[in-house]
């Protein structure tokens, strides 16, 4: 009882969300947060990058939209396909059931809740702030001073970093009491996890805070699933995941086999769910490469060491999904 009571107070003390960077990450943890209602102030470093920021969020709600509405003329096609003649009862009982959650006035009401910006003084009133910039130590710092000019005492700093040890970030801030690591996974609307990390002198009240606040979310397809980890390079996730992504591209590199053939290889005989050279190619393979160098510099462990066709791929811009090219050729 004291725990409910403990969650709903937590949940009202965060209103307005801030996030920096409008990128693969920003914009969609924007989409998830409004969409649970939250006014959220987004913050890039150019009206182009809020622009495309924008359009991504409108494209992930569409989506999100599109499922609703073909769900029940669906269920029906499948019954019927079955030999089976549902009645005009049935048929309305089908969509009664499956009625659509979502409809197209979500996504302009769910963009009216998000404030697009330029400038941190636009982020004065968040109670939460989450950084999605760039995986580089010197940009997470230089946010974090920018955003203490403007945000108030109690307001929780977070960062979606996927690698950089968060006590350091925390010793760019005033109260490094108030920081601590959010890591979202790509993309947040369907994958619930989030690595809640505090740092060394993250208050305990602000982890219990966040993590309330996190388990109240919904993403599009469930409650987010909060868990807390010990700030390590890496947390859990890409402890595991970057070892894998790089000997795939090692694989790769030493022409084993093609890219598709290694994704196939991962999907059919290991059941992952994608393969990982296609999951870098979503996540980013300048992200990708970062994480991987941040991790082997931390470690000193070569298993992590980032391999060499990767960082050519990023010097040559082929980034993956986002520049349309990367293992594979996006149309
Ligand atoms: P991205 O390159 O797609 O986007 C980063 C955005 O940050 C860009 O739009 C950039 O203009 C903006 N930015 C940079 N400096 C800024 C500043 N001073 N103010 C405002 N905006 C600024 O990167 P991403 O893939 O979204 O990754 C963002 C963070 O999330 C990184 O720390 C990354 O490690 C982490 N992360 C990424 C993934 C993934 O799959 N891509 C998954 C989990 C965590």
């Known amino acids: 009882?004291?725990?409910?009571q403990d969650r709903e107070m937590v949940v009202l003390n965060i209103k307005t969300v801030g996030v920096v960077g409008a990128g693969t990450m920003g914009s969609a943890i924007t989409e998830v947060m409004a969409?649970?209602?939250y006014s959220v102030v987004l913050k890039d470093i150019s009206d182009q990058l809020l622009e495309r920021g924008k359009r991504n969020i409108e494209r992930i709600l569409t989506h999100l939209v599109e499922y609703h509405e073909r769900r029940a003329p669906e269920e029906i096609k499948r019954i019927e396909s079955l030999g089976i003649k549902l009645t005009e009862e049935q048929i309305e009982t089908v969509r009664?059931?499956?009625r659509p959650a979502y409809d197209r006035s979500t996504i302009s009401q769910t963009i009216e809740r998000i404030r697009f910006t330029t400038a941190y003084s636009d982020m004065d009133g968040c109670d939460v702030v989450i950084e999605a910039a760039f995986e580089k130590p010197e940009v997470k710092k230089e946010i974090f001073r920018e955003l203490d000019k403007h945000l108030g005492d109690e307001a929780i700093r977070a960062t979606n970093t996927s690698s950089i040890p968060i006590t350091s970030l925390a010793s760019s801030i005033k109260n490094p009491g108030l920081l601590l690591g959010t890591h979202f996974f790509n993309p947040p609307y369907t994958l619930p996890l989030?690595?809640?990390?505090?740092?060394?002198?993250?208050e305990e009240r602000v982890v219990n805070e966040i993590i309330s606040f996190l388990k109240n979310l919904r993403n599009h397809r469930r409650q987010m699933l909060p868990i807390r980890v010990k700030d390590s390079p890496g947390f859990v996730v890409n402890r595991m995941i970057v070892p894998a992504q790089n000997e795939a591209c090692f694989i790769l590199q030493e022409g084993l086999a093609t890219a598709k053939d290694i994704d196939e290889a991962m999907k059919a005989g290991a059941g992952?769910?994608?393969?990982p050279l296609e999951l870098a190619d979503m996540v980013g393979l300048d992200i990708a490469y970062d994480v991987a160098?941040?991790?082997y510099n931390e470690f000193g462990d070569p298993k992590y060491r980032p391999p060499t066709l990767l960082k050519r791929?990023?010097?040559?811009?082929?980034?993956?999904?986002k520049t349309g090219r990367g293992f594979y050729e996006y149309g």
């Open 1 to 4: 009882m004291e725990e409910t």
């Open 293 to 295: 160098a941040m991790l």
């Open 35 to 37: 969409l649970n209602g």
């Open 194 to 202: 989030v690595e809640v990390i505090p740092g060394l002198q993250t």
């Open 313 to 321: 791929m990023v010097e040559a811009g082929y980034l993956g999904r």
């Open 272 to 275: 992952w769910p994608m393969g």
């Open 96 to 98: 009664n059931a499956l």
